[in-house]
């Protein structure tokens, strides 16, 4: 693992596809076999966790979401509402990303702002492809999410049916082709699958990539085939795990009785009118789906050659963890639901109950995840929270990160404001576009708040 210094966050190498600009003591795990492709789990927290106690019961299905030790951003009347024009929105980015995508050599980019159920402003810049140079478009360019999938395999395990998956049994009560080894005395639930804290250790690189015999494996072959090792009783620590997300999304596959990408499209993508995003390699599309699939470029770092990448290198065996093909456009109605209660275009996806259960701050152990201010962090169900130094609001996120594709995905529910990132240059330093905007919107639209700080 190494570190890089950008100016706005620590971004600490590790992991698959993940979150944002993370704390510097926080167990991670690489996930790809080249130094050309470590991602990191990137966060950047602040906000304490605090000592409130609740319990959840999600929808009528009686799925019982544990007692969480938590304190969200605070609330008062003197909280101001941020007034942004989406003309603003594309004024500051259209002076913003030209420039840096010329600096850090990146084809194309695409960026989609929500606010209060509505889209307040998309725009696709530069490239999809550099070969083909097909200019990238908000609703047509399909695009890696990469981790950011593990929000919607979250959501998804929220919305099975009453009785077949509960969040606090052993796992093992659902597996028969393998079993989670009984390595320590309390046992691996959902909700440490979902919140990082199931004590797994993933294993190297090269078995998260579909390919070659990888790629003919079914969810449950790869995950009883390439089981981690449990170093950790559940709750010790957080060590974020792509493994753990593709175990939860395998769950969703058992209790559904359909293969884990069907039971997404029907059962969230398509209620969300997210009718071309999908779980399925870009080669198991129709022809004219894998057509407007992005085609990314990756390298190692400034000065090192780039690598136009062939289209399947961005395929994952995890696929909970890691395959949305997404748009711009369709990203904005899963964020749309986050921030109003599960509901989208007037169908709910997920009661308000479990939809706050899912974003409620999972007590994290004490001194991990602690960045230089000395503020703690929280993650909930397949999502995180943090907070920039400075601003007084904390975000709830995921962000993603591979060879040929960068995303983030940063929610405000306080003021009921998101937004999606995406860029088609992989490779540590593009991170650094990604954590300048964040910066730069910060610095821009969300600095004149009023509250009370997080951390």
């Known amino acids: 693992m190494r570190d890089m210094v950008t100016s706005a966050y620590t971004l600490v190498r590790q992991s698959l596809c993940c979150p944002y600009p993370m704390a510097s003591n926080i167990a991670a795990t690489s996930a790809d ?17 605090g000592v409130t106690r609740r319990q959840f019961v999600v929808g009528a299905s009686a799925l ?3 007692s969480r030790a938590f304190r969200a951003s605070p609330k008062s009347a003197s909280v101001e509402q941020w007034d942004i024009p989406g003309q603003d929105v594309e004024k500051l980015l259209d002076e913003f990303l030209p420039s840096k995508m010329k600096e850090y050599e990146v084809p194309g980019a695409l960026f989609a702002m929500v606010k209060e159920g509505k889209k307040l402003f998309a725009k696709g810049y530069g ?14 360019t399909l695009v890696r999410a990469y981790s950011i999938s593990k929000s919607f395999t979250a959501t998804a395990a929220m919305l099975v049916e009453a009785g077949k998956l509960s969040l606090t049994e052993n796992v093992n009560r659902y597996l028969e082709l393998f079993k989670v080894p009984d390595t320590f005395h309390e046992p691996v639930t959902l909700v440490h699958l979902l919140t990082h804290t199931a004590g797994f250790f993933d294993t190297g690189n090269d078995t998260l990539l579909a ?32 493994f753990g997300t593709s175990l939860a999304g ?28 999908s779980f399925l390699w ?39 963890a890691a395959n949305l093909l997404t748009t ?30 899912m974003h409620e701050p999972y007590k994290l152990p004490v001194n991990h995840w602690v960045n230089a201010s000395n503020m703690k962090d929280d993650v909930g169900y397949g999502f995180f929270w943090r907070g920039i130094k400075d601003h007084r609001f904390r975000w709830l996120f995921h962000s993603g990160g591979w ?25 540590d330093d593009h991170r650094k576009l990604r954590a300048e905007l964040n910066a730069t919107l910060a610095d821009h639209f969300f600095a004149g708040c009023s509250g009370e700080p997080t951390g």
């Open 33 to 49: 076999a080249s130094p050309a492709s470590i991602s990191a789990l990137d966060l950047d927290p602040c906000g304490r966790v």
């Open 64 to 66: 019982l979401i544990p």
């Open 127 to 140: 490239v999809a492809d550099i070969k083909t140079e097909k200019p990238v478009d908000p609703e047509q």
């Open 211 to 242: 390919r070659g015999k990888l790629r003919a494996m079914s969810l449950g072959e790869w995950l009883k085939a390439y089981l981690p090792p449990r170093k950790k009783p559940v709750g010790a620590e957080v060590q974020y795990s792509n």
């Open 250 to 277: 395998y769950l969703v596959e058992i209790a559904s009785g359909l293969p884990y990408a069907e039971y997404m499209q029907q059962q969230v993508l398509n209620p969300l009118g997210m009718m071309t995003s």
């Open 282 to 320: 870009p080669d198991q599309l129709p022809a004219s789906s894998e057509a407007r699939v992005a085609i990314g470029d990756a390298r190692i770092d400034v000065g090192y050659p780039i690598r136009h990448l062939t289209p399947n290198e961005g395929d994952f065996a995890n696929t909970p």
């Open 328 to 357: 711009a456009e369709e990203m904005t109605h899963f964020m749309i639901a986050h921030l109003n209660g599960g509901e989208y275009g007037g169908r709910r996806l997920l009661s308000a109950t479990g939809m706050a259960a």
């Open 403 to 427: 060879d040929g594709s960068i995303s983030d995905m940063e929610l405000q529910p306080e003021h009921n404001l998101g937004y999606f990132f995406w860029s088609n240059q992989g490779g």
